[in-house]
């Protein structure tokens, strides 16, 4: 199975709240697990990734949190702020056969994010 | 560093009609995917390149989307002809044999 599922849909914080979404994948391939920050009218920027030999990675406020035996991760925002108001997209992906190289991301369903004042 | 780039940004056509999207991915990256993401919802891939090689194009429509990606840099996506259901935001991105992804703003089209 190469779906990776996402939730919530949408999620409202107040400014200095802590945002949370999750992620669920089913394939045991996937071995790089990239967030991605999509604003209005712009591509994905990638925000953060983690590989699953880890279970948390910190950038900044910025966290991922990854449980490998149940095959989840998720993203934490702390202190978030309404500038953080975007479309947040967890991914996963898999080498290509052979190991040599990577192939392509599958995306979650994403989720809005909105940070009021 | 230069971004990927994509043009045009807008674009809309009328169904039945052929459109061409083009994207320059950024220096020296030998792999370039084409997304499609279509309102509410995440990119899915349509094909992926490495050099100028089809890796995979599983999800390609392709009895009416293209691709090409000729020398191995620049590359084009066409549709011919289009539906109603085309009607999406399309992404190109590159990275190097890495994990990395990089994605341009996308071509959004529109078609009536």
């Known amino acids: 199975q190469q779906q990776v599922k996402q939730s919530p849909q949408s999620l409202i914080v107040q400014k200095g709240g802590i945002s949370i979404i999750n992620c669920a994948y089913e394939?045991?391939?996937?071995?790089?697990f990239p967030w991605y920050q999509q604003f209005p009218g712009k591509g994905p920027a990638l925000l953060i990734a983690i590989r699953p030999d880890v279970s948390e990675k910190k950038e900044g406020r910025f966290t991922i949190s990854f449980n490998k035996s149940a095959k989840q991760f998720s993203l934490h925002i702390m202190d978030s702020q309404p500038g953080d108001s975007a479309t947040y997209f967890c991914?996963?992906?898999?080498?290509?056969?052979?190991?040599?190289?990577?192939?392509?991301?599958?995306f979650g369903q994403g989720t809005i994010l909105t940070v009021h004042p | 560093e230069a971004g990927v780039a994509q043009s045009p940004r807008y674009k809309i056509i009328e169904k039945r009609q052929s459109v061409a999207f083009w994207c320059n991915p950024i220096s020296g990256h030998a792999t370039l995917y084409w997304y499609q993401q279509i309102l509410g919802q995440g990119p899915k891939l349509l094909i992926q390149?490495?050099?100028?090689?089809?890796?995979?194009d599983s999800q390609l429509p392709k009895d009416r989307f293209s691709a090409e990606r000729l020398k191995g840099v620049d590359s084009t996506l066409k549709i011919q002809p289009a539906k109603l259901e085309d009607s999406a935001v399309y992404l190109c991105?590159?990275?190097?044999?890495?994990?990395?992804?990089?994605f341009g703003q996308g071509t959004r089209l529109t078609v009536v």
């Open positions: 394939n045991t391939a996937f071995d790089y």
């Open positions: 991105a590159s990275s190097l044999q890495g994990r990395k992804a990089f």
């Open positions: 991914a996963a992906r898999a080498k290509n056969a052979g190991g040599t190289s990577y192939g392509k991301l599958t």
């Open positions: 390149f490495q050099n100028n090689g089809v890796v995979d």
